[in-house]
């Protein structure tokens, strides 16, 4: 069992959990994900890693309740457990590969949507821990629903939010940053790394791949085992089909087909999509 240390709503249906599994805080890198199990009957939900205490063995979890088992998540408090957390699962972020020296000379841009501001705060966190100044852009659709503000403005060089309703600070999405720090503000970077809803990646490349910023994105697809086998993870990078468990999370976002991962996360929204997901259990 996997205890719950501590539980909190974060904003409007986003929670944050920190949940005592001393293996994985032991062994986890950003860019990773863990897939969390409630019982025997509860669906298997992957969730990025936000963050990790190697010390107090454990991991934090951010999620938006979609449905019935994020739902039931929502209620768990501090005391409560997990029947099963598994990971950690995928490959670290490319980065925590590379030499430090080398990252020191490269500017990178973040950008973070909605709830995907969660798996981007482990990897800023681990740039300013290794010395490295990044920019970073959280998106949001309100004031209301931005989430981990404080602790992403300890770790960035710079901050830029933005509301889609301009209820806090700038208003606009992401996209509408990124274009202002480049075009007007004269920025140069290296590398862009985008995560949060599919649509936002997509758009994210659309304008990177213009401004020839080369650009990583984190996918979460629809996810049943987390080891290869299933399939449901399936999504197309470069023409080549890729599993996003094993293979990624994070891609080479000028590569992925966006059309084709969105179209497969509609289906599994839909009933029909659901009783596929059930078959392959
Ligand atoms: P959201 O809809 O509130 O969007 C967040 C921000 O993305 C917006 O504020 C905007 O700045 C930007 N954005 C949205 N659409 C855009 C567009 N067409 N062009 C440019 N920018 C755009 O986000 P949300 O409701 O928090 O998103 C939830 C989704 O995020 C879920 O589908 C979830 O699966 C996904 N998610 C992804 C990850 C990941 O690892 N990729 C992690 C957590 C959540
Ligand atoms: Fe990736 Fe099953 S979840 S292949």
Not at 37 to 63: A, Q
Not at 81 to 108: A, C, M, Q, R, Y
Not at 119 to 148: A, C, F, N, T
Not at 219 to 246: S, Y
């Amino acid at each position: 069992m996997y205890r719950i240390l501590n539980a909190k709503l974060l904003a409007d249906k986003i929670y944050l959990m920190d949940v005592e599994a001393p293996r994985i805080a032991k062994a986890c890198q950003p860019g990773e994900f863990i897939i969390v199990k409630m019982d025997d009957k509860g669906e298997r939900i992957p969730l990025t890693i936000c963050d990790y205490n190697r010390e107090k063995g454990s991991v934090t979890i951010v999620f938006q309740t979609v449905g019935a088992s994020t739902e039931r998540m929502a209620v768990l408090k501090a005391g409560d457990s997990f029947e099963d957390v598994v990971g950690p699962l995928g490959n670290p972020s490319e980065f925590v590969h590379e030499d430090i020296e080398e990252l020191k000379k490269k500017k990178f841009l973040f950008v973070a949507g909605g709830v995907g501001t969660a798996p981007v705060y482990p990897q800023v966190k681990w740039m300013r821990e290794h010395g490295i100044d990044v920019d970073v852009i959280i998106g949001s659709k309100s004031k209301s629903l931005l989430i981990l503000e404080d602790a992403m403005r300890e770790q960035a060089g710079n901050l830029y939010v933005t509301t889609d309703d301009g209820s806090y600070e700038r208003k606009g999405m992401v996209t509408e940053v990124i274009k202002d720090l480049v075009q007007n503000q004269g920025k140069k970077y290296d590398e862009c790394i985008a995560i949060g809803p599919m649509i936002m990646m997509k758009f994210v490349c659309l304008l990177t791949r213009e401004l020839e910023i080369p650009t990583i994105v984190s996918l979460n697809p629809v996810m049943v085992d987390g080891t290869g086998m299933c399939g449901a993870c399936r999504i197309t990078v470069g023409g080549e089909v890729k599993f996003a468990c094993v293979d990624g999370p994070e891609f080479d976002g000028h590569l992925v087909n966006f059309e084709e991962a969105m179209k497969r996360q509609m289906m599994y929204k839909s009933e029909e999509g659901r009783a596929v997901l059930k078959e392959s259990e």
